[in-house]
């Protein structure tokens, strides 16, 4: 399953409000050094993702993630408490509605709204493993189809947006709402979102988000008006 994790780590850095997210965010981690002679150095994705999830672990970092997509497709979930168990629905429920220190505009607009996932990736011209592009859609069309979020970026990747804008709804980048490269130029932004887009619809055949979410709002009307029904029948006098 796409929102099942395969690891889970503990971080400090989050945002003490609860909200339903409207948006998602993408960023890389580009954790790769460089040696005494600067040169740059290769440790792999697999040192990578692991150096990604103990640098959220740190208050210093003033940074974390609702996830890390690492080698293999291999998920990291961070929570905000005690480290739950892998499957644990309502722990991931709960992780998720938790804001996360990933956009770099303090608690405002996309800051507070968003999911933030972070995709593996050393160095700023490295091509992104396959099986990391494709556990992040899967990941992110899940988010689509449960939180009702549009399959479509804010603004068209390449130019910027006011990330203050609490109003807003859809996927970004992280490039567009700060001066930083990620997931940058070897990200290929339009392809991946149609993979998440084909994903997020997948088991309902020509349906889009929009449509099921008037569909959800209708079945809770006539919920409501089934137990309206009810009740006033239940409050008439017996004969």
Known sequence: MPWSPDDWTRTPNYWPVRRTPTTIGLHSTRGG?????????????????????????????????HGV????????????????????????????????????IGQFGVGVTSLALEMVQEWEEDAYDGLVLERSAEVCADWARRYVIPVQYIAEPGTRFDGTDASLKGFW?????????????????????????????????????????????????HLEEQIAEHTARSLQPHV
């Open 173 to 221: 980048l992280h490039e567009q709402v700060l001066s930083k490269t990620d997931p940058g130029r070897m990200f290929p932004a339009r392809e991946w979102l149609s993979t998440v887009e084909g994903m997020a619809t997948r088991h309902f055949p020509g349906a889009n988000l929009e449509a099921l979410e008037r569909r959800a709002g209708e079945r809770i009307l």
């Open 33 to 65: 050094k460089r040696n005494l002679l600067g040169l740059r150095t290769r440790h792999g994705i697999q040192v990578e993702y692991n150096a990604t999830r103990s640098w959220f672990s740190l208050r210093a970092s003033n940074a974390s993630a």
């Open 69 to 104: 997509v690492g080698p293999m497709g291999r998920l990291c979930r961070f929570c905000t408490g005690p480290v739950p168990l892998m499957l644990d629905a309502a722990a991931i429920h709960e992780a998720e509605a938790t804001p996360r220190w990933h956009a770099g």
